[in-house]
């Protein structure tokens, strides 16, 4: 299996996701949807930014290379009556069943960012924009303070090296990065800005808790603790995890989270 796919499949990121709805509506209601406007969210997971495209009038297609993601999206889709959302399993590197220029706007919001191959994604994601069409990621942005570029520097103390080869997917959130691989894809660095901008989680329970979610439902998260377990250290990983969890936790009362996040927001003209 692609290790990509086996990755995302391998929990249930629709756990995470329940705590980014707010932020991921708020982000489509900056991006200027119109009615009839053609969407593609790609890495959409289950539909935190797609459903909100969608809700604004825009035909929107999802894409996603983890099956499960893809099906939750569906039912999402459905029980919101939202017959101009659909889901469609896809890979970011290439999006062979996507002709080209079909998208007034792509939107991939901490998804295309983990595909193994960033010059293909940027290509690919190019390919099928229409000419006077936009593009938006959201990218983690390495080395950040902030919580989940913390979550992933911790879990990778854990985890063996990556195998020769490996792209992190951090890279993304470096601003030179993203004008070199969309500048082979033949986009002048003055048609892309990068800026810096905030996601927030919120959830209804304390930061443990929240803790608990990666590390059962989080595909990154779980491979540190599968790692850490063998080696004896998983519960020094789960002290360190939590504690980064509380110190970042701006929540009125312990007993809820809310957690901001830092991420580069790139927007690219075609």
């Known amino acids: 299996m692609n290790p990509n796919k086996a990755l995302w499949e391998k929990g249930d990121f629709t756990q995470i996701a329940q705590t980014m709805r707010q932020s991921g509506d708020e982000l489509v209601a900056k991006l200027g949807i119109t009615e009839g406007m053609r969407v593609i969210d790609l890495g959409c997971g289950d539909g935190t930014t797609a459903l909100p495209e969608a809700l604004r009038g825009a035909h929107v297609l999802g894409i996603d290379i983890a099956h499960n993601l893809v099906e939750a999206g569906k039912r ?3 029980a919101a009556g939202l017959a101009n959302c659909t889901f469609q399993e896809g890979d970011a590197c290439h999006l062979s069943d996507v002709a080209d220029h079909s998208a ?18 940027a290509k690919e994601m ?5 000419p006077g069409g936009k593009i938006v990621m959201g990218n983690w942005i390495p080395g950040d303070p902030t919580l989940v570029a913390q979550i992933l520097r911790i879990s990778s103390a854990y985890t063996p090296p990556p195998p020769e080869g490996f792209v992190s997917p951090m890279t993304w959130g470096v601003e030179s990065n993203v004008l070199e ?6 986009i002048p660095p003055q048609r892309i800005a990068c800026d810096k901008d905030t996601f927030t989680f919120v ?8 803790v608990r979610l990666f590390q059962n439902f989080y595909g ?9 377990e063998r080696n004896g250290k998983a519960a020094e990983l789960e002290r360190e995890l939590t504690e980064l969890f509380i110190s970042q936790n701006k929540a009125a009362t312990p007993d809820s989270t809310l957690i901001p996040a830092a991420y580069l927001r790139v927007t690219v003209s075609c």
């Open 76 to 78: 999402r889709a459905a």
């Open 104 to 121: 007034d706007l792509v939107v991939s919001i901490f998804g295309a960012m983990f595909a193994p191959k960033p010059f293909d994604v």
């Open 126 to 130: 190019v390919r099928v924009t229409k």
């Open 181 to 186: 691989r969309f500048g082979q894809a033949g």
């Open 203 to 210: 959830a209804p329970f304390a930061p443990s808790e929240f």
């Open 220 to 228: 990154p998260t779980m491979n540190a603790f599968e790692a850490a």
